[in-house]
């Protein structure tokens, strides 16, 4: 079965510095990898997702995220934080298929407050 | 174009009610998801649609919940005789639906459901 780790309930970093938000993964073949976005009260935005191709994935509001299969990992990263990427972020997986559906799995999240 | 929508926004009931809570999902995609979000965790699926089938309703918890999807478009998550345990954000998705794609799943803004 898939599964996906956060390993951080909470990240906290201060406004202008990188930050990096943690994800590993489990499936059986290769993965098909997404980061959401979810601000307090709305539904999840989609920022990024990994493919195949370049492992370094670039995405919406300056994110990008690395894609590492020796270490199943899919870290969410942004060179300087702002105060308004605040929110909870959700790393999610998929077993691809071509000829059919597969459930996404997503991971508990974490929550990034970055501080003024 | 419009993102997913879902209504109501809010809704409090009490124990035992049945309640509706319903999805219009991005115009000309054929798949739809719902989702279930409690405090503190991803989004548990609970049922997908391609079209107007369900092809996958595994995550149901029980048979109080049901869903459908009529003519393919908007759906209704349907619970009976509620519990307090129901109380969530209820997530509505979209994707294109088309084979071959990654599918990527667009969400509306949910409906937090409590249950008194």
């Known amino acids: 079965a898939q599964s996906v780790a956060q390993p951080e309930d909470q990240v906290n970093v201060a406004e202008g510095n990188p930050l990096t938000v943690k994800c590993t993964y489990s499936?059986?073949?290769?993965?098909?990898l997404f980061w959401y976005v979810q601000y307090p009260n709305r539904g999840l935005q989609f920022l990024l997702k990994y493919i195949t191709g370049d492992n370094l994935v670039k995405g919406s509001y300056g994110f990008e995220a690395e894609f590492n299969k020796s270490q199943t990992s899919f870290h969410l990263k942004k060179p300087s934080a702002l105060v308004s990427d605040s929110a909870l972020y959700f790393c999610?997986?998929?077993?691809?298929?071509?000829?059919?559906?597969?459930?996404?799995?997503f991971g508990t999240g974490t929550k990034l407050q970055v501080i003024p | 174009g419009a993102g997913v929508s879902q209504t109501p926004s809010n809704k409090v009931t009490e124990k035992g009610k049945y309640v509706e809570l319903r999805c219009d999902p991005i115009s000309g995609h054929t798949a739809l998801y719902w989702y279930r979000q409690s405090l503190g965790q991803g989004p548990e699926f609970l049922i997908y649609?391609?079209?107007?089938?369900?092809?996958?309703d595994s995550g149901l918890p029980n048979d109080r919940f049901f869903a459908v999807r009529p003519e393919g478009s908007v759906s209704t998550l349907k619970i009976q005789r509620t519990e307090r345990g129901d109380s969530a954000v209820y997530l509505c998705a979209s994707s294109s639906g088309l084979a071959g794609s990654t599918d990527t799943q667009y969400f509306g803004p949910g409906t937090r459901l409590t249950v008194l």
């Open positions: 499936v059986s073949g290769n993965p098909y």
């Open positions: 649609f391609q079209g107007t089938g369900a092809a996958d």
């Open positions: 999610a997986v998929r077993d691809p298929d071509p000829g059919g559906y597969q459930k996404v799995t």
